[in-house]
């Protein structure tokens, strides 16, 4: 039997061809969404950890107290470290490019630690030396050479440093919004508190030391030393709890990455399973007669495992290395994209070695189902046509009673899961219903492919013929919509769950940043405000710019100067200018930034108090404000108004300091005065984005192997109804109505499976969105129509296409031949 599965698997390669494609785009579909995990913990690592990107442990605060210099010195004098670095940073404003700017001063740290990435000159070294990102450089007219006088709240007030070298900007979507500095330790002694202390420690261990217990060891001495709650950490694990921290409390995108595996391996399983299925069972004659001929039933079934085995692990190889090749061109495009340069490729062992083991499995176990079922009956019955299921058989009740069992059990696990923000419970329910749907397949997509068969009608006789096909052979019509639901679902889901968690994720940044740049206007020999906020709307990259009249001071005790100044503006300038839809003013209502005091507010205006109901928002990033109609009193005097700007979606970080820059100018204010989120929701956009790549590249990677099981089982299909067409040419059926039947069936059963799988993806992509995000966001479903919409004129097309070859071949065969053949 050994070579019989060798001479099948080379005299019979082009059976073999289009499994192993399939069964490599699973592997690839897999491999890939592993490596996204890897490669998305690399990048934020390059993004989010950049300042601690060399170090083995950092260690920070868990309340954010600074640590002292005792806590630093017990922890640098720990015998597994071999070097430290402790981390001060103050801000500091300074002249340059016409005006007064604010920025980031940090101290230089040893070279071992420094993840600040030299582009020209030379690191600090003097005790005034300092270098400044090349982003500012080329925004202010600074380079090597340059001098600048930093002022800060430090003992000497100043320090006049001279710029050494030029660093790459920042990907830290924290630090990205001001100057990047750095300089020695002396500049920062002269411009910071010197009680400031240390916001957190890096440090590089000796070779060979135990990272576990030199966590524990220096933990153990900064608490000895006085340091309150020190946290020790790998760099990645810092990465994973600031992501924790961005996210309330929740790792989502490790979540969210292991549900991505979780539906490729789903996916991988159904597609290699549905492909080698309807190989083998069109191989079932020919096995019944080797069992004729003296081969017993371990034979057979070694037999067709040991090739499953061959084609699953060669196939599965050439997945892997396409994987790799795949994330290594998305990567590389997302690091040409100036916004996106932080993306890092990381492809894991697990990548490789699950690829390897998952594809050779699944072939093995899909190939194992099917050749059982043709040894389970005595060979010269399995020599006879075997009866599909249906309801008026055993067999059929069975698959009905167990796949609605699937169904209903599954979805309600599904929908509990997404109520419950439970996203294991959801992938299993819905896995379940999906299992379901398939399990019932061949007793409901053969009937509604006949009533769309329908408006096939006036095609003439191939378009009967092919209506009647579909419910002439069920299992046939199932196995090949089965392919194509199966990548049409997977992918109608993925589009759906993308886009509603990118509009989750949206949501969230409006409602953090609900105005993107601010800036008050100035009181005395500026420009008149009405004229200012002209100038401003019309910069390139601005989408909206309203003015904010100050009409009152909330009332605080608590508050030396007596509180915060309130803002007014209308209903309709809120619309044009907050990010937040839902933040819509309502009069009678005074809206405050977060940790504000609850209940209701007093606001002292020029014509007497004001009492308003209190809302406090989740953000700190802008102002108290009434709508207009609030406060009917007159502007505060010598208070000066507010601007606030919205941006176009598309602006980039560049963009956004220079509107910063003619926002300033407009107003006749200093530059650092014009502040915001606008970068911050700019940085985090790119890191979406990045993520929404990768998995957009994944979506081709299903649409492929869809259309792959497509053209297998359309192929087969063609192949076992050999005589029959050829009875049809004989009876008078011409090549072209026959090439017109064939194209007319598989339009009909992809123009089905298509619109059922994309029903079905925007229901499990809407539920596993709320599974994932229900937590930390409001997940509404969003739909992309037309997205959806190229999905169904690809599967239609595909469809068509899939049908060309093979109804090609099955014209030119003459019908005497056709009818010849065995």
Not at 35 to 47: E, F, K, Q, W, Y
Not at 285 to 303: F, H
Not at 432 to 458: D, Q
Not at 531 to 536: F, G
Request: hydrophobic residues 50%.
């Amino acid at each position: 039997m050994l070579r019989v599965a060798l001479s099948q698997v080379t005299t019979h390669f082009r059976r073999f061809v289009a499994i192993g494609l399939a069964v490599m785009l699973s592997v690839m579909f897999l491999s890939s969404t592993l490596m996204v995990g890897a490669s998305t913990n690399a990048s934020l690592g390059a993004s989010i950890g950049e300042a601690y990107r060399n170090a083995d442990l950092v260690a920070t605060s868990k309340n954010g107290e600074a640590f002292t210099q005792a806590a630093v010195d017990a922890a640098a004098s720990s015998p597994a470290v071999e070097d430290s670095y402790a981390e001060r940073s103050t801000y500091v404003t300074f002249e340059a490019g016409g005006g007064e700017q604010y920025g980031h001063l940090r101290k230089v740290a040893p070279t071992s630690l420094e993840g600040a990435v030299l582009s020209s000159g030379s690191m600090p070294s003097q005790a005034l030396d300092a270098a400044v990102d090349v982003k500012t450089a080329a925004h202010l007219g600074l380079s090597v050479g340059s001098t600048l006088e930093l002022r800060g709240a430090g003992p000497v007030k100043n320090a006049k440093v001279t710029i050494t070298g030029l660093i790459q900007s920042t990907n830290d979507p924290f630090s990205s919004s001001a100057a990047q500095l750095i300089a020695s330790e002396s500049v920062l002694n002269a411009v910071q508190d010197a009680g400031a202390g240390f916001a957190g420690l890096q440090f590089a261990l000796k070779p060979g030391e135990d990272v576990s217990a030199a966590k524990e060891y220096i933990a153990h001495r900064m608490e000895s030393a006085g340091a309150v709650d020190p946290v020790v950490e790998t760099a990645q694990e810092k990465v994973t709890s600031t992501v924790a921290m961005l996210s309330a409390g929740q790792d989502q995108l490790t979540v969210v990455l292991l549900a991505f595996a979780g539906v490729a391996i789903l996916v991988s399983t159904l597609v290699v399973a549905n492909t080698f299925s309807v190989l083998v069972a069109q191989r079932t004659r020919e096995l019944a007669l080797l069992r004729c001929l003296g081969a017993g039933r371990s034979q057979i079934r070694g037999s067709v495992m040991l090739e499953a085995l061959v084609v699953g692990f060669v196939s599965s190889v050439l997945g892997v290395l396409a994987a790799t090749g795949l994330m290594t061109g998305l990567i590389a495009w997302a690091k040409s994209q100036p916004e996106q340069a932080f993306a890092t490729l990381a492809v894991p062992p697990s990548a490789i070695i699950a690829g390897l083991v998952a594809g050779t499995l699944l072939t093995v176990v899909a190939a194992l189902v099917p050749a059982k079922a043709a040894t389970a009956v005595a060979p010269l019955a399995a020599l006879r046509p075997a009866d599909d299921a249906s309801v008026r058989n055993r067999r059929g009740k069975f698959r009905l009673i167990l796949g609605l069992i699937a169904l209903a059990g599954g979805s309600a696990l599904l929908v509990y899961g997404s109520m419950k923000v439970s996203l294991p419970l959801a992938l299993l329910g819905g896995a379940a219903s999906f299992v379901g749907i398939l399990l019932c397949s061949s007793l409901f997509i053969p009937t509604v492919v006949s009533l769309a068969g329908r408006l096939a009608a006036p095609a003439g006789v191939p378009g009967k013929l092919a209506a009647v096909n579909a419910t002439r052979n069920p299992a046939r019509t199932s196995a090949t919509a089965a392919a194509l639901l199966i990548g049409v679902t997977l992918v109608s889901l993925m589009m759906t769950g993308a886009a509603t968690s990118r509009q989750a994720f949206n949501d969230t940044l409006a409602e953090n940043y609900p105005v993107d740049l601010s800036a008050q206007t100035a009181v005395d020999g500026g420009r008149d405000p009405g004229d200012a906020v002209s100038l401003i709307k019309a910069l390139d990259g601005v989408s909206a710019a309203v003015l904010l009249q100050p009409v009152g001071t909330l009332s605080d005790a608590t508050t030396p100067d007596g509180g915060s100044t309130i803002y007014s503006l209308s209903a309709t300038d809120a619309g044009s200018v907050l990010r937040d839809n839902h933040l819509k003013p309502a009069p009678g209502t005074v809206y405050l930034p977060e940790d504000s005091p609850e209940g209701p507010a007093t606001i002292t205006t020029a014509s007497g108090n004001v009492s308003l109901d209190a809302k406090v928002l989740r953000t700190r990033h802008v102002p108290g404000f009434v709508e207009s109609t609030s406060i009917s009193s007159a502007p505060l005097p010598e208070t000066p108004a507010m601007v606030w700007v919205k941006l176009d979606d598309s602006v980039s970080a560049d963009r956004v300091q220079a509107i910063q820059k003619e926002v300033a100018a407009a107003l006749g204010v200093q530059e650092r005065t014009v502040s915001g989120a606008a970068i911050e929701r700019v940085t985090f956009n790119s890191i979406i984005d990045v993520l929404l790549l990768v998995v957009t590249g994944l979506l081709g990677v299903a649409v492929v192997i869809a259309l792959i099981g497509v053209a297998n089982t359309l192929s087969l299909s063609v192949f076992e109804r050999t005589r029959e067409n050829s009875l049809l040419r004989a009876l008078g059926l011409t090549k072209g109505q026959l090439r017109g039947m064939l194209a007319i069936e598989a339009v009909l059963v992809a123009g089905v499976a298509a619109i059922m799988g994309a029903g079905m993806g925007i229901v499990y992509g809407w539920l596993g969105a709320q599974a994932t995000l229900g937590g930390v966001a409001t997940v509404v479903p969003a739909v992309p129509w037309l997205q959806l919409a190229a999905v169904f004129g690809v599967a239609v097309v595909a469809g068509l296409l899939a049908s060309v070859i093979p109804a090609r071949r099955a014209a030119r065969l003459s019908p005497v031949e056709g009818l010849a053949t065995a």
